[in-house]
């Protein structure tokens, strides 16, 4: 069976207009963005892509750069403005207003690297490197393993010291170096893409590969854990044009998978994303990536390039989108939005994006992690991934193990293992001089509990009784060292942060709760008030589970808060 591919036109409630409005545009900054832009298409869903251009090439995006952005792409100055202003990585400068310096290093904040020094880390370099640099602290960067994190422009430092940054910042070294990985070639001489093309010279069925997934039993890697194949029924039996969104924006404090296996297998991932658009009948393909990760950026513009150049098999069109530094950018909804060049919000639901998606056509969402065992299960069998797994569950999962561990890192363990069996055998023990004290089985949004609950399987469903869940199974270990209250107040100042500030729940209740947070004794009553409006009343994730490190600590660690 071929590959059918029906093109996307954007329906008529996303036409451009027929003129900007507004001030009028400088014309040396016309030029420079005509310059920038090239022969780029100036669509509206590609705002944020030609936003990137600027701050790229001028390390940040004037007014007069803005309002002829605007002019461009026959928008309002307000509506760009409005757009550029939502991301963290655009640095709106207003006129009058002093540009920042040429060169910003960020020093992740997030959990683990708190753990590791990254508070004392970012007072030694704005002492060491001055007023010429910026140096701002930063939400997780997805290097957990190699915590403590800082990033040079673009270029991340393991281990971080002020010495190293230091060193990296007089040598101007400011990109991303991509390692040694699996190029298209060497992909395929060992075999790759050999599945693919059999499901699309018609030698498997798409009702065959959907059982195989099906009896899998393979969930959502993203975190919502919802059934691949099911999904794929779903989407399919709805009217085509369908497209496909794969979230990689990954910015979950703790969760690192995602970028481990782009970095060194990517078309492993390419190759089930095929299969999955064959088998939905997918039109079009948009890969949303974080824009934390440069390497893998550029990683995947090289490896696309070269699969389209010279395909296995016919191929769906694949674009490759460039986040902006939002974690609210991970629900999906909000991703969809922000592929649509907007601002990052989420969508109140229904409809879900199966059915009224990216462009308001039917959209199957998923993890890369989860198309990444797409090729296995249909090459070895759904019994082969549902024959893995421990304590009654089935499966493979990627835990991202990061804290008080000997061997941090990306570790694949069978799915219901315990947070004691994976220290103990995947991740070399405790640290020296470390005892097990406390985990957070998913994350900042999975909630925490005390080394005492550490038999529990590790797995969809098996922590909900506890009032956590795994998630991404990003999975962080504290010690006799740490407090479970303080890692609490670490998250919560990350989801505070975060908020879009869409809804009021999420948007104040995080901001109350992180100060309620910072008294030595917790006003319980209060926090737990705040807890059911935001678990309640909130639109997303984000501030549905935000009260989950709260509740933990109050229920399991409650002589540290009263």
Same mark, same amino acid.
């Given at each position: 069976?071929?590959?059918?591919?029906?093109?996307?036109?954007?329906?008529?409630?996303?036409?451009?207009?027929?003129?900007?409005?507004?001030?009028?545009?400088?014309?040396?900054?016309?030029?420079?963005?005509?310059?920038?832009?090239?022969?780029?298409?100036?669509?509206?869903?590609?705002?944020?892509?030609?936003?990137?251009?600027?701050?790229?090439?001028?390390?940040?995006?004037?007014?007069?750069?803005?309002?002829?952005?605007?002019?461009?792409?026959?928008?309002?100055?307000?509506?760009?403005?409005?757009?550029?202003?939502?991301?963290?990585?655009?640095?709106?400068?207003?006129?009058?207003?002093?540009?920042?310096?040429?060169?910003?290093?960020?020093?992740?904040?997030?959990?683990?690297?708190?753990?590791?020094?990254?508070?004392?880390?970012?007072?030694?370099?704005?002492?060491?490197?001055?007023?010429?640099?910026?140096?701002?602290?930063?939400?997780?960067?997805?290097?957990?393993?190699?915590?403590?994190?800082?990033?040079?422009?673009?270029?991340?430092?393991?281990?971080?010291?002020?010495?190293?940054?230091?060193?990296?910042?007089?040598?101007?070294?400011?990109?991303?170096?991509?390692?040694?990985?699996?190029?298209?070639?060497?992909?395929?001489?060992?075999?790759?893409?050999?599945?693919?093309?059999?499901?699309?010279?018609?030698?498997?069925?798409?009702?065959?590969?959907?059982?195989?997934?099906?009896?899998?039993?393979?969930?959502?890697?993203?975190?919502?854990?919802?059934?691949?194949?099911?999904?794929?029924?779903?989407?399919?039996?709805?009217?085509?044009?369908?497209?496909?969104?794969?979230?990689?924006?990954?910015?979950?404090?703790?969760?690192?998978?995602?970028?481990?296996?782009?970095?060194?297998?990517?078309?492993?991932?390419?190759?089930?994303?095929?299969?999955?658009?064959?088998?939905?009948?997918?039109?079009?393909?948009?890969?949303?990536?974080?824009?934390?990760?440069?390497?893998?950026?550029?990683?995947?513009?090289?490896?696309?390039?070269?699969?389209?150049?010279?395909?296995?098999?016919?191929?769906?069109?694949?674009?490759?989108?460039?986040?902006?530094?939002?974690?609210?950018?991970?629900?999906?909804?909000?991703?969809?939005?922000?592929?649509?060049?907007?601002?990052?919000?989420?969508?109140?639901?229904?409809?879900?994006?199966?059915?009224?998606?990216?462009?308001?056509?039917?959209?199957?969402?998923?993890?890369?992690?989860?198309?990444?065992?797409?090729?296995?299960?249909?090459?070895?069998?759904?019994?082969?991934?549902?024959?893995?797994?421990?304590?009654?569950?089935?499966?493979?999962?990627?835990?991202?193990?990061?804290?008080?561990?000997?061997?941090?890192?990306?570790?694949?363990?069978?799915?219901?293992?315990?947070?004691?069996?994976?220290?103990?055998?995947?991740?070399?023990?405790?640290?020296?001089?470390?005892?097990?004290?406390?985990?957070?089985?998913?994350?900042?949004?999975?909630?925490?509990?005390?080394?005492?609950?550490?038999?529990?399987?590790?797995?969809?469903?098996?922590?909900?009784?506890?009032?956590?869940?795994?998630?991404?199974?990003?999975?962080? %270990?504290?010690?006799?060292?740490?407090? !479970?209250?303080?890692?609490? +107040?670490? $998250? /919560? *100042?990350? @989801?505070? =942060? &975060?908020?879009?500030?869409?809804?009021?729940?999420?948007?104040?209740?995080?901001?109350?709760?992180?100060?309620?947070?910072?008294?030595?004794?917790?006003?319980?009553?209060?926090?737990?008030?705040?807890?059911?409006?935001?678990?309640?009343?909130? %639109?997303?994730?984000?501030?549905?589970? !935000?009260?989950?490190?709260? +509740?933990? $600590? /109050? *229920?399991? @660690?409650? =002589? &540290?808060?009263?």
């Amino acid at each position: 069976m071929n590959q059918v591919i029906i093109p996307i036109k954007a329906k008529a409630k996303d036409k451009r207009r027929g003129a900007s409005k507004g001030r009028a545009s400088d014309p040396k900054a016309l030029a420079e963005v005509r310059s920038l832009l090239g022969a780029q298409p100036r669509r509206r869903d590609l705002l944020i892509e030609h936003l990137h251009k600027i701050q790229d090439s001028y390390g940040h995006i004037s007014a007069a750069h803005l309002v002829a952005l605007a002019r461009e792409m026959k928008l309002a100055a307000a509506e760009v403005y409005e757009v550029a202003t939502f991301y963290h990585h655009f640095d709106v400068v207003k006129e009058g207003e002093t540009p920042p310096p040429a060169l910003t290093v960020r020093v992740c904040d997030s959990l683990t690297c708190e753990l590791s020094g990254a508070n004392e880390l970012l007072l030694g370099l704005k002492r060491a490197l001055g007023e010429g640099v910026r140096v701002l602290p930063a939400p997780c960067v997805g290097r957990c393993e190699q915590a403590p994190v800082a990033v040079v422009g673009q270029n991340p430092v393991a281990q971080a010291t002020v010495d190293k940054v230091r060193q990296l910042v007089a040598g101007e070294k400011t990109k991303c170096a991509t390692g040694k990985y699996k190029t298209y070639a060497n992909y395929r001489n060992e075999g790759g893409y050999a599945i693919a093309a059999e499901c699309l010279a018609g030698k498997r069925t798409p009702n065959a590969v959907i059982n195989a997934m099906e009896h899998s039993g393979l969930r959502g890697l993203g975190g919502a854990g919802f059934p691949a194949g099911r999904k794929w029924k779903i989407v399919r039996a709805e009217p085509a044009p369908r497209v496909m969104a794969v979230n990689i924006d990954e910015g979950e404090p703790g969760t690192f998978k995602d970028r481990y296996y782009l970095e060194r297998d990517p078309h492993r991932f390419l190759e089930g994303l095929i299969i999955a658009a064959w088998a939905v009948q997918i039109s079009e393909v948009y890969i949303y990536l974080r824009d934390e990760y440069a390497g893998c950026r550029a990683i995947l513009e090289r490896e696309i390039k070269a699969l389209q150049k010279d395909p296995p098999c016919p191929i769906p069109p694949i674009h490759l989108r460039r986040g902006a530094g939002a974690y609210i950018c991970g629900e999906e909804s909000a991703m969809v939005e922000s592929i649509e060049g907007k601002r990052g919000m989420p969508r109140l639901r229904p409809p879900y994006l199966a059915q009224v998606g990216l462009f308001g056509y039917p959209t199957l969402e998923h993890n890369m992690e989860t198309l990444y065992w797409v090729r296995d299960i249909v090459e070895k069998g759904g019994d082969w991934f549902a024959s893995h797994g421990r304590n009654g569950r089935q499966g493979l999962r990627s835990f991202s193990v990061s804290g008080r561990v000997n061997k941090p890192g990306v570790h694949l363990a069978p799915a219901g293992i315990t947070v004691k069996e994976l220290i103990a055998e995947y991740c070399g023990g405790m640290l020296p001089g470390h005892r097990f004290y406390a985990y957070l089985p998913g994350g900042a949004s999975g909630g925490i509990l005390p080394a005492t609950m550490g038999d529990i399987p590790l797995d969809f469903d098996t922590l909900n009784q506890y009032g956590c869940f795994i998630g991404s199974a990003a999975v962080i %270990i504290l010690s006799g060292k740490d407090r !479970a209250a303080a890692a609490a +107040r670490n $998250v /919560m *100042k990350f @989801f505070a =942060d &975060e908020s879009c500030g869409q809804c009021t729940p999420c948007r104040v209740g995080t901001a109350k709760a992180g100060k309620l947070m910072q008294e030595p004794k917790w006003d319980q009553g209060l926090l737990e008030e705040l807890s059911g409006a935001m678990a309640d009343a909130s %639109i997303c994730g984000l501030g549905q589970a !935000a009260p989950n490190p709260i +509740r933990s $600590v /109050m *229920k399991y @660690f409650p =002589d &540290e808060v009263k």
